[in-house]
């Protein structure tokens, strides 16, 4: 199973735009990347999912290079209310697969400061 | 998007004695889920797979006897832990794998264990 390295932590302020890279050399050809983010004391929460190159959606983009090797979570404008560990993972998951084994790694705690 | 509810959200039991969580898939069938525990300020380490129908798989080191876990229905998986210690005091998540939903699996809001 392949294994993510990221950053332990990361300091940001109110309105800036965050980027918290995940490195997986080990990733399989049919690996996903999925990032998630977790409060103290609550479930984590999906962010984003991805393949390869770019995804986009309503609070996060994943940016993804051709070697699959490593991702970018980018996080724009943040808020107090981002403070919160993130973790990327790296697994099978197609549609229909009886898969799903996560593992999850130390995470990043992102701190956002006013 | 599909909801997993998670019972009890916290629970302190004596040492000996047996707790059981649930966990229950609310609008979706999930034919499998995964049981994790996660130790203050650690990452959430997995526990074992639970499929509906047929025994759990545990991961290495995690002791099934210990955590005994039942999959009886399409949305409902319980985790027991048998004769509580303290050292079993944790935050158990379980999640579940929506095919509607494509890949991404849905987390519980926990459970924390507290064992005197």
């Known amino acids: 199973l392949a294994k993510t390295t990221q950053p332990i932590s990361m300091d940001s302020y109110e309105g800036q735009e965050v980027n918290i890279t995940c490195s997986h050399n080990n990733i399989a050809t049919n690996d996903y990347i999925t990032w998630y983010q977790q409060f103290p004391s609550q479930g984590p929460r999906f962010i984003i999912q991805g393949y390869k190159t770019k995804v986009t959606n309503e609070v996060a983009s994943l940016f993804i290079p051709a070697d699959r090797k490593s991702s970018t979570l980018s996080l724009p404008r943040v808020s107090l209310s981002d403070t919160a560990v993130y973790y990327c993972l790296v697994g099978q998951g197609g549609r229909g697969s009886t898969l799903g084994r996560l593992y999850f790694g130390r995470g990043t705690q992102l701190t956002v400061w006013p | 998007g599909a909801v997993v509810s998670q019972h009890p959200s916290r629970v302190i039991c004596k040492s000996g004695t047996s707790v059981k969580i649930e966990c229950r898939s609310l609008?979706?069938?999930?034919?499998?889920m995964f049981w994790y525990r996660q130790f203050p300020k650690q990452s959430l380490m997995l526990m074992a797979t639970?499929?509906?129908?047929?025994?759990?798989?545990?991961e290495q080191g995690v002791e099934k006897d210990k955590f005994l876990i039942n999959h009886a229905s399409l949305t409902l998986s319980t985790l027991t832990v048998t004769s509580a210690h303290p050292e079993d005091s944790s935050f158990y998540i379980c999640?579940?794998?929506?095919?509607?939903?494509?890949?991404?699996?849905?987390f519980g809001s926990g459970t924390q264990l507290s064992v005197l």
């Open positions: 639970s499929n509906e129908g047929s025994k759990a798989t545990y």
């Open positions: 609008d979706f069938q999930a034919t499998t």
């Open positions: 999640s579940a794998r929506s095919t509607e939903a494509g890949r991404q699996l849905f």
